[in-house]
T-cell receptor
Framework: DTAVSQTPKYLVTQMGNDKSIKCEQN?????MYWYKQDSKKFLKIMFS???????INETVPNRFSPKSPDKAHLNLHINSLELGDSAVYFC?????????????FGPGTRLTVT | AQTVTQSQPEMSVQEAETVTLSCTYD???????LFWYKQPPSRQMILVIR??????QNATENRFSVNFQKAAKSFSLKISDSQLGDAAMYFC????????????FGQGTELSVKP
């Protein structure tokens, strides 16, 4: 059983479109995250949710909206896609936000905006 | 704000040899965790090893060990008996107790292993 899963794994779309990436974890964790990995492989936190509550929003454009319908799911919706949004997006989860909570990553979603 | 720096964009090692990847970080906090993650071409992020800042003893996981120098804010990863499967991008990451659990990553070091 996959611990943290993301769909889709690949997403190719045109500028201006709206798209969503879904994430699910079956680890029973309280906290979920979205990270963005750019073309230079640099990883940066975007959002974090703890028990469905947003706790981190790292200066991400308003076009990005996370939604957590329950503890096991954290989706990322992106409006009006731009070329610069092309990246790999990783979902991750941890038991809690404390330092003891190791993060488990999903396989990533490669988003290409043309 | 905390920062993590990996000054070696690329490293190379001969199979069965030992290699050390460098990482330095900057923080004013006393309680934190440090991690090394491996990202092979499959792009899956795999936790290699972690170190609690309050522990003086260096963490070890099989062929992987760290040299944690808290005063110097240095956290290097040593890979012994390198194997072809060790070829990957390696990321050093920092996590504090007070920032919602987010990981702050370094720029990464691309490790190649020569047969």
């Amino acid at each position: 059983d996959t611990a943290v899963s993301q769909t889709p794994k690949y997403l190719v779309t045109q500028m201006g479109n709206d798209k969503s990436i879904k994430c699910e974890q079956n680890l029973g964790h309280d906290t979920m995250y979205w990270y963005k990995q750019d073309s230079k492989k640099f990883l940066k936190i975007m959002f974090s949710y703890n028990n469905k509550e947003l706790i981190i929003n790292e200066t991400v454009p308003n076009r990005f909206s996370p939604k957590s319908p329950d503890k096991a799911h954290l989706n990322l919706h992106i409006n009006s896609l731009e070329l610069g949004d092309s990246a790999v997006y990783f979902c991750a989860s941890s038991q809690h936000t404390g330092t003891g909570g190791e993060q488990y990553f999903g396989p990533g979603t490669r988003l290409t905006v043309t | 704000a905390q920062t993590v720096t990996q000054s070696q964009p690329e490293m190379s090692v001969q199979e069965a040899e030992t290699v050390t990847l460098s990482c330095t970080y900057d923080t004013s906090e006393s309680d934190y965790y440090l991690f090394w993650y491996k990202q092979p071409p499959s792009r899956q992020m795999i936790l290699v090893i972690r170190q609690e800042a309050y522990k003086q003893q260096n963490a070890t996981e099989n062929r992987f060990s760290v040299n944690f120098q808290k005063a110097a804010k240095s956290f290097s990863l040593k890979i012994s008996d390198s194997q072809l499967g060790d070829a990957a991008m390696y990321f050093c990451a920092y996590r504090s107790e007070n920032q919602g659990g987010k990981l702050i990553f370094g720029q990464g070091t691309e490790l190649s292993v020569k047969p």
